[in-house]
């Protein structure tokens, strides 16, 4: 304001412009910033990229992602040469610890505490006796130590400029780890797009509105602004997500007599894609958890359906193995030792049921094959509840 009592309006100038510059850290929560929003750590390069690539000509560009692609294959040749067999959970974090700077999401992996799995401390064994004596003798010897595995695949999904990172971290938890040793007993996908989405089959028509769900599926703001549904970027997005349902459906396919647990938290799928984007071993799980999914009636049918399905193949092949061996042993079937289930989105009480009752249907089954197993702990959306 002047002396005369004239006012001069002044322009603002924002403390950062958005989708260029993140809000400073906040000093209290680490990895959080001051506006509550949680920083992706460990995956710095796509961001960083982005803004280098901003204020960049073509051609510097162009030889700045060939040197970045050319480093990238580099160190992931290096860290294939130095793989070598893993046998404690210390082993295997370390491994993944060196993947983690080139996947396109978070890979953690911890002690399955809630796995049943029996984890023997010593053990012994009899030694030969002597010749001139009838007694024989016994020392306690270290037995294998079994550390049942929880594997945490945690978005949101980025870009990932080579598809080796992935297919490393296949080969280490499925080659690399004993399976003895270090059994894949639980396994947790959270803020995944789980869909399948096939390059070059959906139709001009649908694929803006497919990449737009997609998008909103696994974004926060920040990435909406960063890789918009028409950009080269999500494209690489929807190759990367190919490559992380491959991916997740081998460690599934591979580990699935260990598999207990399978938990899902803000996991989108389509009902045609129940078990088929993941597969489902419902013969095996004792514990199945859909976190904050938007399930509808139609999810709970297919999984349903798919439960059927599993247990007449079963029953075929457990028919073929009788005709052939003269086999009497009882099969499991889904859901038959299913102890813990979640349900979650727009569900209805009659969509409920008939789980319910195909779930008891089994265990009763079951019971009468000798195991004693009841559904102990039930989870539904509380707009279903009466």
């Known amino acids: 304001m002047a002396a005369d009592g004239t006012c001069t309006?002044?322009?603002?100038?924002?403390?950062?412009?958005?989708?260029?510059?993140?809000?400073?850290?906040?000093?209290?929560?680490?990895?959080?910033?001051?506006?509550?929003?949680?920083?992706?750590?460990?995956?710095?390069e796509p961001f960083t990229d982005a803004y280098i690539h901003a204020g960049s000509s073509p051609a510097a560009r162009?030889?700045?992602?060939?040197?970045?692609?050319?480093?990238?294959?580099?160190?992931?040749?290096?860290?294939?040469?130095?793989?070598?067999?893993?046998?404690?959970?210390?082993?295997?974090?370390?491994?993944?610890?060196?993947?983690?700077?080139?996947?396109?999401?978070?890979?953690?992996?911890?002690?399955?505490?809630?796995?049943?799995?029996?984890?023997?401390?010593?053990?012994?064994?009899?030694?030969?006796a002597e010749t001139d004596s009838a007694s024989t003798t016994s020392t306690a010897i270290p037995a294998v130590t079994a550390v049942p595995l929880y594997l945490h695949v945690l978005g949101p999904l980025?870009?990932?400029?080579?598809?080796?990172?992935?297919?490393?971290?296949?080969?280490?938890?499925?080659?690399?780890?004993?399976?003895?040793?270090?059994?894949?007993?639980?396994?947790?996908?959270?803020?995944?797009?789980?869909?399948?989405?096939?390059?070059?089959?959906?139709?001009?028509?649908?694929?803006?509105?497919?990449?737009?769900?997609?998008?909103?599926?696994?974004?926060?703001?920040?990435?909406?602004?960063?890789?918009?549904?028409?950009?080269?970027?999500?494209?690489?997005?929807?190759?990367?997500?190919s490559q992380l349902l491959t991916f997740l459906r081998r460690i599934v396919s591979t580990r699935g007599a260990q598999l207990t647990t399978l938990h899902f938290t803000r996991c989108y799928v389509a009902p045609h894609d129940v078990g088929q984007s993941i597969p489902l071993p419902l013969a095996t799980l004792q514990r199945l958890r859909f976190e904050h999914c938007s399930l509808?009636?139609?999810?709970?049918?297919?999984?349903?359906?798919?439960?059927?399905?599993?247990?007449?193949?079963?029953?075929?092949?457990?028919?073929?193995a009788r005709g052939v061996g003269g086999l009497s042993s009882s099969r499991h079937r889904s859901f038959g030792i299913l102890e813990e289930l979640q349900l979650s989105g727009s569900l209805t009480p009659?969509?409920?049921?008939?789980?319910?009752?195909?779930?008891?249907?089994?265990?009763q089954c079951s019971e009468g094959c000798g195991r004693e197993v009841a559904l102990r702990l039930l989870c539904v959306p509380l707009l279903v509840v009466r």
Not at 35 to 44: F, I, R, S, T, Y
Not at 74 to 100: G, N, Y
Not at 350 to 363: K, P
């Open 62 to 128: 162009e030889i700045e992602d060939t040197s970045s692609s050319l480093a990238v294959a580099m160190a992931l040749a290096a860290l294939e040469a130095s793989r070598k067999p893993l046998q404690t959970l210390e082993q295997i974090s370390a491994a993944l610890t060196m993947c983690a700077p080139y996947l396109p999401l978070r890979v953690e992996v911890e002690a399955d505490l809630n796995s049943s799995t029996p984890i023997p401390a010593v053990g012994t064994a009899a030694m030969p």
């Open 158 to 241: 980025l870009p990932c400029p080579n598809a080796q990172a992935l297919r490393t971290l296949e080969d280490i938890l499925l080659e690399d780890c004993d399976g003895s040793r270090l059994p894949l007993c639980a396994l947790h996908c959270a803020d995944l797009d789980l869909r399948r989405l096939r390059m070059g089959e959906d139709s001009d028509d649908a694929r803006p509105a497919i990449a737009a769900a997609a998008q909103r599926a696994q974004s926060d703001a920040f990435l909406d602004l960063l890789l918009s549904p028409t950009s080269d970027a999500h494209s690489s997005c929807i190759v990367t997500a």
């Open 350 to 363: 009659e969509c409920i049921s008939e789980l319910l009752d195909y779930v008891e249907e089994q265990q």
């Open 9 to 44: 309006r002044v322009s603002e100038t924002p403390a950062y412009a958005s989708g260029c510059h993140s809000p400073p850290p906040s000093t209290h929560l680490p990895g959080r910033t001051n506006d509550g929003c949680v920083l992706q750590l460990g995956q710095p």
């Open 296 to 320: 509808t009636p139609a999810h709970i049918a297919a999984l349903v359906a798919l439960a059927r399905q599993q247990d007449a193949l079963a029953s075929a092949k457990l028919a073929e």
